[in-house]
């Protein structure tokens, strides 16, 4: 957008004064450079994404490398324990009471876990969001419709309602990424819909109705680039919630079945092993709680980052660090003052 006496771009000038120091844009939105700045300040952050990281990883890479080392049974290498490397580098986590890797199928259980997850939270996203924005923006009856919709599904608890669907049906990785996706897409309508409402009696929206722009190019175009970064944090959360829930369905028996295993089933069946092979159990269960605190924490930190009104909490610590290393540098400067006026 240029303006009309000079042609320069609107905000240019406040974009090289307040922008070229943090990174971010005239709007107040940081770039690439600004959000890998603040990412590296935090550090929690950091280890966070580290995590996130090498669980996708796993989750890509494990199953066609592990595949057939997680299935592979070893009566010599009954329950080991952790670190013992006698019958090789694949049971430095111990076995189970079969003989198998505790190593290989918790990396293998990763792609099963995300392959639940992810295609859950992105269905329940897509249809969500969509819907929301669309009942928020238009009102009315529309509106009344889809809260009341809303309202049913939330009336059952996620975890209930898989637990009686999955009965009935097939407890399949299809049909728990349905069920799940379908339980959780209220969270994003009512999130999306609160926030187009309040967007669609903005001035822009009516300058933008004034010439002409129809609702779904408004939607599209003015309404999603603000209720996006939102809904992102909202999936970000909702992620933990649905691996969580996911593993819990498997704990119960009808989520993910053998010869398929995932971080829930292993908790299962190390469950009668506590006393003799706890690692079976143990090690599973705390991969579920580091993913879902690393993903929450990836979570605060974008909520913070993508809020322009709180963004400066992210970067109180790195202004603490220069203002100390600035009193620093008076303090030596003032040192060596005397020195010299005595040479």
């Keep these: 957008m240029r303006t009309h006496e000079t042609g320069e771009p609107a905000g240019a000038d406040d974009g090289a004064d307040g922008g070229a120091d943090d990174g971010t844009g005239a709007a107040g939105r940081p770039g690439s450079a600004g959000l890998l700045r603040l990412l590296a300040a935090d550090r929690a952050a950091v280890a966070a994404c580290a995590v996130l990281l090498l669980v996708a990883l796993c989750a890509l890479l494990g199953p066609p490398l592990f595949g057939d080392l997680a299935r592979e049974q070893n009566l010599r290498a009954v329950k080991l324990r952790p670190f013992s490397t006698g ?7 111990g076995s189970d009471s079969l003989g198998r890797s505790v190593l290989a199928r918790l990396v293998v259980a990763a792609g099963t876990t ?13 249809v969500g969001s969509v819907w929301g924005m669309w009942a928020g923006f238009h009102r009315g009856w529309r509106e009344s419709v889809s809260m009341r919709i809303a309202d049913v599904i939330l009336s059952f608890p996620s975890l209930l309602l898989a637990v009686v669907v999955l009965y009935v049906f097939d407890p399949g990785v299809a049909n728990i990424v349905a069920v ?8 994003y ?3 999306a819909r609160a926030e187009s409402a309040q967007l669609r009696s903005r001035l822009f929206v009516d300058a933008a109705r004034t010439f002409g722009t129809g609702d779904g190019a408004l939607i599209r175009r003015h309404v999603l680039p603000i209720v996006l970064p939102t809904l992102l944090t909202v999936a970000a959360v909702d992620f933990c919630f649905v691996m969580l829930t996911e593993s819990s369905l498997s704990f119960l028996g009808i989520g993910i079945q053998p010869p398929d295993v995932s971080w829930g089933l292993m908790v299962a069946q190390g469950r009668a092993e506590l ?9 599973p269960g ?8 690393a993903m929450t924490q990836l979570a605060n930190w974008a909520r913070i980052a993508g809020d322009p009104a709180q963004r400066w909490r992210l970067t ?25 006026e005595q040479s």
């Design 87 to 93: 019958e090789g580098w694949e049971f430095v986590l």
């Design 114 to 126: 995300m392959s639940v997850a992810v295609p859950a939270v992105a269905l329940s996203l897509l």
């Design 180 to 187: 799940l996706a379908v339980a959780r897409i209220p969270v």
């Design 189 to 191: 309508l009512r999130t």
């Design 275 to 283: 006393r003799n092979a706890w690692w079976t159990a143990v090690l």
């Design 286 to 293: 705390l991969a579920i709680i580091i993913t879902t605190v």
């Design 316 to 340: 109180v610590p790195e202004r603490r660090g220069r203002g100390r290393g600035r009193a620093r540098a008076g303090r030596a400067t003032a040192g060596e003052a005397p020195t010299k």
